[in-house]
């Protein structure tokens, strides 16, 4: 389920329960490119939000690292899997995920 963001240095994921009980990350709105030339910084720090009551444990980054990422050059797109567990009274889920990082070709 993509998350879709727009010039955020530090973007926050948003998870949900859905119907089933499980654990989801919340789908963003369709969004062509996400940095735009109007971005200043040079790299992107992502962070989960839990549903509300619930922990989150642990967020892995299956390709290495810490979350932040650097901005892609002009026209690609990087993809930064991952797996996160929270928690609630005792129990706990874990589920996965992708943020991708795409910088616009051209034009502001």
């Known amino acids: 389920m993509p998350y879709n963001f727009q010039d955020d240095p530090s973007p926050i994921m948003p998870a949900a329960v859905n119907s089933?009980?499980?654990?989801?990350?919340?789908?963003?709105?369709?969004?062509?490119?996400?940095?735009?030339?109007?971005?200043?910084?040079?790299?992107?720090?992502?962070?989960?939000?839990?549903?509300?009551?619930?922990?989150?444990?642990?967020?892995?980054?299956?390709?290495?690292?810490n979350g932040t990422f650097s901005i892609p050059p002009l026209g690609t797109e990087d993809t930064h899997p991952f797996i996160f567990t929270v928690s609630k009274?005792?129990?706990?889920?874990?589920?996965?995920?992708?943020f991708k990082i795409k910088r616009q070709s051209g034009g502001a």
């Not at 009274?89 to 995920?97: A, H, L, R, V």
Request: charged share 5%; no cysteine.
């Open 20 to 65: 089933s009980g499980t654990v989801v990350l919340v789908a963003g709105s369709d969004q062509g490119d996400l940095i735009t030339s109007a971005f200043s910084g040079s790299t992107v720090s992502i962070s989960i939000s839990p549903p509300r009551g619930w922990s989150l444990d642990t967020l892995t980054w299956v390709n290495g690292g």
């Open 89 to 98: 009274n005792g129990s706990s889920q874990t589920n996965t995920g992708q």
